[in-house]
């Protein structure tokens, strides 16, 4: 078995989004806040706690067949602020970007707040604000500084 034998865990894939750089630990939220949940067909692969030499560990998600936006990807700043979007085409990195930080978050996170407007019945998207120090609730002003994964929303 050569070196590469050994050294290949995951296939690169053909067409689409490796995200790479993630902490270790962190692939299962990255996809649960992507909303990539399986149901669409894509092909994904998660690789988790990979030898790295700048994080010591990472973890490493690949989306066949979906080349996902800057807007999409931007969230993932929460939870994965040094991760690598490579955009794949017939198996190249075309594109290689790092996340931003938004200013807004949309849809993604449910407010802790059982009595805000985004928690009830009503067709209302959550809408957070992105501080230094956590995000804000743009409905009732819940600030959450913690745990961001789990506030996730399920699709
Ligand atoms: N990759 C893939 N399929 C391809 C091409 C690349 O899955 N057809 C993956 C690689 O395995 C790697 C990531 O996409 O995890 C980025 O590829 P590349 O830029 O070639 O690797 P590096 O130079 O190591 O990236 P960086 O400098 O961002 O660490
Ligand atoms: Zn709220």
């Known amino acids: 078995m050569s070196d590469n034998d050994q050294q290949l865990r995951v296939s690169k894939i053909r067409n689409g989004t490796v995200i790479d750089h993630i902490a270790g630990g962190q692939a299962l939220n990255v996809l649960a806040i992507l909303g990539i949940d399986g149901t669409s067909g894509d092909s994904v692969s998660v690789a988790m706690n990979m030898p790295s030499d700048r994080l010591g560990h990472k973890d490493v998600v690949k989306v066949e067949g979906r080349e996902l936006s800057q807007d999409e990807v931007d969230v993932l700043s929460l939870i994965a ?31 802790p707040n059982h009595n805000c407007i985004t928690t009830e019945d009503e067709p209302v998207d959550s809408r957070f604000a992105v501080g230094d120090d956590g995000v804000r609730c743009e409905y009732c002003d819940t600030i959450i500084r913690d745990d961001l994964p789990a506030h996730i929303l399920a699709e």
């Open 81 to 111: 602020p040094a991760a690598t979007i490579n955009i794949i085409r017939d198996y190249d990195v075309v594109e290689k970007r790092r996340v931003e930080r938004p200013s807004v978050v949309e849809g993604v996170l449910e407010c």
